[in-house]
T-cell receptor, first 113, second 113 residues
């Protein structure tokens, strides 16, 4: 069965410092993996996706994620946080019981000035 | 493309009233998903359709909830009768295929008094 675990419910960084949001997945086959971002009072927006091509995936707004099969991880990173990055981030894996997407519980990112 | 369109954006109603939420998916997408998001339970998949056919409604809380997709460009989620615990943000999302990335609408914020 497929599942996804976001290891931190809340991450706080200072502006200009690196961001690391951690995600581990479980899948019985090669999954597709996604990161979504949700700004306050907004819908979810796709940041990036992995679909078995390059293991390092670049997304919008300077974010990237690396697929590591040996660690079953898909952590999201950004070299330098910006105030506008403050939002909630969801790690998502494909392949639920009916083949749909499974969402993690989310990590809230706070950025301090 | 206009993206996924949801209406209304905000709905305030009284307990016992019928509520209908509407969604127009992105043209050409053949899968449509209804989600509910609350602080307590996070993002929950309620039901999804593939080619206008409901595939999995196991997330629908109870018989008070029903969803229809009469054609490829329109879906409704109905709550009758509504209860205060139904207060949440309801998102509609669509995708080209079931396991591909989903594109989310802006959501409908429902408040049941």
């Amino acid at each position: 069965a497929q599942s996804v675990t976001q290891l931190d419910s809340h991450v706080s960084v200072s502006e200009g410092t690196p961001v690391l949001l951690r995600c581990n997945y479980s899948s019985s086959y090669s999954p597709s993996l996604f990161w979504y971002v949700q700004h306050p009072n907004k819908g979810l927006q796709l940041l990036l996706k992995y679909t078995s091509a390059a293991t390092l995936v670049k997304g919008i707004n300077g974010f990237e994620a690396e697929f590591k099969k040996s660690e079953t991880s898909f952590h999201l990173t950004k070299p330098s946080a910006h105030m506008s990055d403050a939002a909630e981030y969801f790690c998502v894996v494909s392949g639920g019981s009916q083949g749909n997407l499974i969402f993690g519980k989310g990590t809230k990112l706070s950025v301090k000035p | 493309d206009a993206g996924v369109i949801q209406s209304p954006r905000h709905e305030v109603t009284e307990m016992g009233q019928e509520v209908t939420l509407r969604c127009k998916p992105i043209s050409g997408h053949n899968s449509l998903f209804w989600y509910r998001q609350t602080m307590m339970r996070g993002l929950e998949l309620l039901i999804y359709f593939n080619n206008n056919v409901p595939i999995d409604d196991s997330g629908m809380p109870e018989d008070r909830f029903s969803a229809k997709m009469p054609n490829a460009s329109f879906s409704t989620l109905k709550i009758q009768p509504s209860e205060p615990r139904d207060s949440a943000v309801y998102f509609c999302a669509s995708s080209k295929y079931r396991v591909n990335e989903q594109f989310f609408g802006p959501g409908t914020r429902l408040t049941v008094l």
